[in-house]
């Protein structure tokens, strides 16, 4: 129906507020003493759909701004200032058409600040880069009541659920995209919560003079939303899948995408797909927040095609079930994925027939692994962090490392009938087979880059001596560790154990979660109780799960009851948060992390 004009008026305002109870506490870091322990609440939202903070003391505001200086080609960020933001205004928010304000953070996410951060800040007469450490009092919620409007505002959904892809691009089916911005266009862009792809709307994808038609795209390049055409900046309308549209406001629910759907070049074709939101209902008298919990099938998880970028031409590899030629005694040329990819079968020294492993094992599978412990040779592999994708037909998990063709899985018998091996978890760069039960890789040998001998199948093992090729002739028997994302600390802090503190009520849950452990809904610890330490944390006697963030709490550790519960100490806290949302799945790493030749993601082209 209709909306009158004062009804506008309202749901106006109504935007303007809309999410206004999300809170965030400045607990440390600021070289200005007043500003530490100040709360900044969400006053509303400005112009770029961003929103801005105000404290609960003094006359200081946290807002993000696309251009400081009013330049077209100014660098974003979030800014704290003691002049308040115009609403009104895209750029140069506080007018001065100039950047001066107390403290700044370059930055392309507009949804909100990053809770830990390095900021530049005016310390006295000089600038200093200060670490920033924001704790959420109150989550930011995309929900608002509109009383007395018996109409449903047009706002574009937070959470969207993709269905539909075809089977070369079967792992975006089942995966949820979170909206993360706005483009200077003004429509929304999303990223998958566990992979690095987005969805975004581009008016021409080709910026050049052959203008193409508007359209939403699928792409594992990230757009910049400071762009008005071309938006991942390629010069190309190069993608993975995209569906024609004059309508920028969301992608539409049901479409017909065009889509990437085999390694050929030119195999185009239609598919049906949909965009489910995971969103909010608002009517006259009271909004109603619908929650939809999205289950992934651990068992038809599907590995990304191994297609390979070399950016401007597109090198398809082969598939990962081509033969290897077998000799008599093979092993793999590891090298560095930064100057080559191919690991070529090499006759070399034979590795130890038998590994003699100390072995610390996990109680369940965890969702995200971090390698470390390779040799000088493969010491590319330190630091990589695998993902859990899906369970083989053995019933045990697999793995691959999130920016390489790296794989960690276990196989029963990985050569032939007639010469049966020992059980194993094995790293290896070929992808293993969901449908084999022994040899997963297919090649009729044990071919592979390190191994370590075992009868459990549940996981693979914490800590333990492995088999690795480590040179031309060399195999070395080494302490491979397999740390997990989040972890339980039964003795001292989070940092003494290499990790770091969870501060936040939404990632101590989510940390529950992906721990599956009985309570996921943190209890604050109160002030006064001088004993719980530092964080998320988890007592033993009363299975309850808290989050200590008084001052007294700081510097202390676990205790005999109480365990912490500590995130992983490679990634900032955003990253790790979007790692587990909805029950505990994983985020890709970031584009700066990606290595310069070789990403597992997909990438095409269509002019």
């Not at 959904?157 to 200077?184: M, P, Q, R, S, W």
């Not at 090649?443 to 690795?468: E, I, Q």
Request: proline share 6%; charged share 20%.
């Amino acid at each position: 129906m209709a909306v009158a004009p004062a009804q506008l008026v309202v749901l106006a305002l109504l935007w303007a507020t809309k999410g206004r109870a999300h809170k965030l506490k400045l607990v440390e870091g600021s070289c200005k003493p007043f500003l530490n322990d100040l709360i900044f609440t969400m006053e509303g939202r400005t112009a770029n759909d961003s929103p801005y903070y105000k404290t609960n003391h003094y006359e200081y505001y946290m807002y993000y701004d696309r251009s400081c200086s009013e330049a077209t080609d100014g660098q974003a960020r979030w800014i704290i200032d003691d002049s308040k933001p115009r609403t009104d205004r895209s750029t140069d928010l506080d007018g001065d058409k100039n950047c001066i304000g107390h403290a700044h953070i370059e930055s392309y996410e507009p949804s909100k600040p990053r809770l830990i951060a390095t900021w530049r800040m005016q310390c006295l007469s000089t600038w200093k880069d200060v670490k920033l450490i924001f704790v959420e009092l109150e989550p930011l919620v995309a929900t608002t009541t509109t009383p007395a409007v018996t109409t449903t505002d047009r706002m574009s959904a937070y959470l969207l659920h993709l269905d539909g892809a075809c089977g070369y691009l079967n792992y975006l089916n089942d995966e949820v995209f979170e909206k993360v911005g706005t483009t200077i266009g003004k429509s929304p862009y999303y990223k998958a919560q566990n992979l690095e792809y987005y969805i975004y709307y581009d008016p021409n994808c080709n910026a050049g003079t052959d203008i193409k038609d508007g359209r939403w795209i699928i792409d594992n390049n990230r757009p910049d939303p400071n762009r008005v055409q071309d938006l991942d900046g390629d010069g190309n309308c190069d993608y993975q899948a995209r569906l024609s549209s004059q309508d920028s406001f969301q992608p539409p629910e049901t479409g017909t995408w065009l889509m990437r759907c085999s390694n050929k070049k030119d195999d185009w074709s239609d598919h049906r797909v949909t965009f489910r939101p995971i969103t909010t209902t608002r009517t006259a008298t009271q909004s109603t927040t619908t929650v939809t919990t999205i289950r992934r099938n651990p068992t038809t998880t599907t590995l990304p095609p191994t297609t390979t970028t070399l950016n401007p031409t597109t090198t398809t590899l082969p598939p990962a079930t081509t033969a290897k030629i077998a000799t008599t005694t093979t092993t793999k040329n590891i090298q560095d994925p930064t100057t080559a990819r191919g690991m070529a079968s090499t006759s070399g020294k034979e590795e130890p027939s038998m590994v003699t492993s100390s072995i610390a094992s996990r109680a369940a599978p965890q969702q995200t692994l971090e390698f470390s412990g390779a040799c000088d040779s493969s010491k590319f592999l330190n630091g990589l962090k695998f993902d859990k994708k899906g369970i083989t037909k053995t019933g045990a998990p697999f793995y691959k490392a999130r920016t390489a063709d790296y794989y960690i899985y276990y196989d029963p018998n990985c050569g032939t009938p007639g010469s049966p091996q020992p059980a194993r978890w094995i790293l290896d760069n070929d992808a293993p087979s969901t449908q084999r039960t022994a040899d997963l890789d297919g090649d009729g040998d044990c071919n592979y880059l390190a191994r370590a001998d075992s009868n459990d199948k549940s996981a693979p093992p914490v800590s333990a001596s492995w088999s690795m090729h480590c040179g031309n002739e060399d195999w070395e028997s080494l302490a491979i560790v397999l740390k997990e994302s989040f972890a339980k600390v039964t003795s001292s802090t989070c940092e003494a154990a290499g990790r770091l503190p969870i501060l936040t009520v939404t990632m101590c849950s989510s940390a529950a979660t992906y721990l599956q452990l009985s309570d996921t809904t943190p209890e604050v610890a109160p002030k006064d109780s001088e004993s719980s330490p530092r964080g998320c944390f988890w007592d033993k006697i009363s299975s309850g799960l808290h989050l200590a963030l008084h001052a007294s709490s700081k510097g202390k550790g676990a205790t005999d009851s109480l365990e912490l519960i500590c995130r992983d100490g490679g990634k900032s806290e955003n990253q790790a948060l979007l790692s587990t949302a909805m029950g505990g799945h994983r985020n890709v790493a970031s584009l700066g992390l990606l290595l310069p030749t070789l990403t597992w993601a997909l990438s095409c082209r269509l002019g």
